[in-house]
């Protein structure tokens, strides 16, 4: 597929103190690459730099050094802009405009006709799942959530080819989570590519295609979520029910971790060719098999290795 972001040594620096003023680098020599078509996770602890890094692509703060490209063309380009769209952390609208009136002065921005902002921000009101009663209430009588919604339609409402979403699921509940993550990935396939920053790990396993990890503004991992967590032992574990742990330890021949669940007991072992010696002690104590599966590494162990 081909690139549609490209980030090379992407540095930015701010200055610190008062009478003595010292640079301190938020973003140091970042590079990356994003595929057209996949939702690209970006991590990070706090102050990492992910908010710089989107800033920075946005046009909003100026690189100290390096360069970037969206869609084959230099950040600077302000038409590759209207090929976008951001959600950023913590947005901030207008007040006093009804979430129907903002999406249609979003509109207005990008030149759209009457006609095609109303249709456009009824369909997008209605995506976003944001209840119609509250389309014509003004946006300071909203909730957080309800506000990330309009965030979320706004960044749409251009209908662009990559999406930048700064912790999108910010302020939202367990079942608007899900309604977001199921609207992510409808762009997914719709051909559009998305670029999100997230604290939620589990969203970004569900969603993700490819990842990266920041730390300390400087990039320590980054390729697809599956060759990510490939680094990893040759653990299996092994779930099995009617085994006491006690006589199913002495029937063992091979080392294994054995762990009492609330639902049986886990097994684990070093490498699959001890999964055979596993079953046949299992049998020996009458135990049944449920399940049998190499031992993954989560992203919250990666993210946190």
Request: aromatic share 6%; proline share 3%.
């Amino acid at each position: 597929m081909p690139t549609v972001i490209e980030i090379d040594r992407l540095t930015k620096e701010y200055e610190a103190g008062f009478l003595r003023k010292r640079k301190t680098r938020a973003l140091d020599t970042l590079s990356l690459k994003v595929e057209k078509g996949q939702i690209f996770g970006f991590l990070g602890a706090n102050g990492a730099g992910k908010t710089t890094t989107l800033k920075l692509l946005m046009r909003l703060i100026y690189p100290t050094s390096g360069t970037a490209r969206i869609l084959g063309r230099d950040i600077g380009d302000i038409s590759m802009h209207a090929r976008i769209g951001y959600l950023p952390e913590n947005p901030y609208f207008y007040d006093y405009l009804t979430a129907r009136e903002f999406l249609s002065y979003c509109g207005q921005l990008f030149g759209q006709k009457h006609s095609t902002r109303a249709s456009r921000t009824e369909a997008l009101l209605t995506r976003v799942s944001l209840e119609k009663k509250s389309w014509d209430l003004q946006l300071r009588k909203f909730s957080k959530g309800m506000l990330q919604r309009v965030g979320l339609a706004q960044a749409l409402i251009n209908d662009p080819e990559i999406v930048f979403l700064d912790e999108p699921m910010s302020g939202l509940d367990p079942v608007g989570r899900r309604e977001v993550r199921d609207l992510i990935a409808s762009l997914r396939a719709e051909g559009k590519t998305v670029f999100m920053c997230s604290h939620i790990l589990s969203d970004i396993e569900v969603l993700c295609d490819s990842v990266a990890i920041l730390k300390s503004g400087r990039l320590a991992h980054a390729g697809s979520l599956d060759e990510l967590r490939s680094r990893e032992t040759r653990l299996v574990e092994i779930i099995a029910t009617d085994a006491p742990a006690d006589a199913l330890k002495q029937q063992l021949e091979v080392r294994a971790t054995v762990t009492t669940t609330a639902s049986g007991v886990r097994i684990e072992v070093s490498d699959e060719q001890e999964v055979d010696a596993v079953i046949a002690a299992l049998r020996r104590v009458n135990g049944k098999l449920i399940s049998i599966q190499p031992v993954r590494q989560s992203l919250e162990e990666l993210f946190l290795d």
